[in-house]
């Protein structure tokens, strides 16, 4: 029995997917009614900062592995996006840059000090993912960049009015990524319908690629929500290992 | 100033981070006072298996970095223990075990189709860490085993009153472990407070590996509990990823 999907079936999975996407999780969701109160919006982007400096990495990662110039060439833009070059600052310093219009001090986001446990395994799985599978598979787990649009432009469009104690300095990035993120897209989504679309085994595998993706981000705002909210399990209040002990020290044992 | 501990003071302090041990954490607690449910208890089985067959990869990433002969002869018992051999089932045979006693099927432990993506990434995490580490900081990271036999005894104790329906076979992996566990920890600790002990850096960076392998049994247990309890955030009920789309295919994306 044939269950090819064509090229137009394929692509309609893969978007399906956004069901999954961390826009839907109680805390973005909250955030976007703007019920986050001020230290759970430092720690949310104290701890996102960690995927962000991840990403060129990530990004290099694929180029490393890639044998395919005429590819690399077009992929590099995504490290220097987020790094920077001579002219423009980079998607790491517009992040840190949410933090200051948040009211974080650079050194609040750039020492990690915050980094929650349960964020640094999720990011790093991506990071290991991209160094240790070809660099098909990792093009493909680049394609929540399918879903992020919306999630940017909810930011810009509620947080003047939601969190208007937040400097307007702070929205740089999303804009950014909002011009960035289509045009991403369009290379690894290309690649991923050419390179997986031959057979069904290699369509569902993109498939679970891509929900491999979601789950990174799902289960750092899972770690976040559960260090920062107030949570009941079961009726009684959850009680983290950071409430537990101070004996933790620094966190970045790496 | 000089603030280099003592090896005694070095060894209480690395005994002193079981404050922060996962069996304090809620669904442990819930686990040891007898209220968790079969499915609860089911799930918890199944993804803490994905452990239990990681630990002698891990244990070989040791093997394969250290030189050290003597070292190696005496760290291989640990994988024969887990593995099995000739005359001895091994310790992830006795966990299968545990699975059939809590009614699963040796298939529903073995596809790894209960695998929660924060288990997984929380585990590989410490491979990944016993790979790219040297071998002294994976040898260090074992050390929560210093407050694994409180745990079995735990279990050991209150399951056939709490528990009844769960079979006592399944306990034999607790019963092994008591057993295993004193003298695997005399080498690691005696290693770790010989390799750690001669600067008040390496002091703290022992105390900070322990804790990272305290955070990956944390992030375990937070995962488990997020899929498989009742969860408020901020009064209102928590909805999991797996609960919002049945889109999601199989986990085994690596």
Redesign the interface.
Known sequence: METLLSKDEFEQQLR??G??YHI????HV?MNEG?LNKKQVQIWVANRYYYQIAIPQKDAAILSNCPVKEIRKGWITRIIDHDGDAKHEGGIEAWIKLGLAVGLTRKDITSLKYLI??V???V??YV??ARQ?PWQEAVCSSLTELFAPHIHKQRINSWPEKYPWIDETGLIYFKKRLIEAPRDVIQGLSLTLDYFGKTERLQ?RA???L??K???L??MV??I??ET????????T??G?SQ??T????????
Chains 1, 2 share one sequence.
Not at 24 to 27: R, V
Not at 229 to 236: C, F, H, S, T
Not at 247 to 254: G, I, S, T
């Open positions: 399906a997917k069901a999954g839907h999780h109680p805390f909250m019920v446990p349960g640094k395994f999720a790093d799985a290991n993912f599978r569902k498939l679970d690629i929900q491999f979601l789950d990174v799902w289960a899972d770690a929500m559960l909210m107030n949570i009941k399990v079961e009726g009684k959850y009680t290992q537990l002990t004996l933790r020290l620094d966190k970045n044992y790496e």
